[in-house]
């Protein structure tokens, strides 16, 4: 092939991977031969070309490995679980967090609870609420423990 010049990108997107290999394979044979050439005392022009071949290649692989990743995504994209690759990253704590399914489920016991022993509703007509525990009460227009406000009578 004897390219040695640097390889944009655009156009690899669209070969095949047939292709592809190929032409790293190319690639990889010239940068053999120009590190030979510059062990055998060859030009200083080498080490320039040896840069841009192993970029090339770099580039070539990157385009291989980015749609080799695009079919894999295509293949799980149905599927219950994905590879770990293929996971978002984002934080360890926020991989470990609960999922809003499970965030919002209530044990039982919790269900029984909230069934005989639903909040109270009071209706009040000076803002002074007492209900719940800890003595006094929430002044003005709060909520104490337990108890829920739902409207004010004039």
């Not at 655009?10 to 030979?36: I, T």
């Not at 149905?78 to 809003?100: F, S």
Request: glycine share 10%; charged share 30%.
């Amino acid at each position: 092939m004897q390219s040695s010049t640097k390889i944009k990108v655009g156009p690899l997107w669209g070969k095949s991977k047939d292709e592809l290999k190929k032409q790293l394979n190319d690639l990889k044979y010239e940068l053999s031969q120009l590190r030979v050439q510059k062990i055998t005392g060859g030009a200083s022009s080498k080490l320039t070309k040896i840069h841009d071949l192993r970029k090339s290649v770099a580039r070539v692989l990157t385009i291989i490995n980015a749609n080799q990743r695009a079919q894999l995504r295509l293949f799980y994209q149905k599927k219950k679980y994905l590879p770990l690759d293929l996971r978002p990253r984002k934080t360890r704590a926020m991989r470990r967090a609960l999922t809003k399914h499970e965030r919002t489920r209530i044990t039982e016991k919790q269900k029984k609870k909230n069934v005989h022993f639903p909040m109270r509703r009071y209706a009040v007509k000076v803002g002074f609420v007492t209900c719940g525990g800890g003595g006094g009460g929430a002044l003005g227009r709060g909520e104490g423990r337990g108890c829920r406000v739902i409207g004010f009578i004039d």
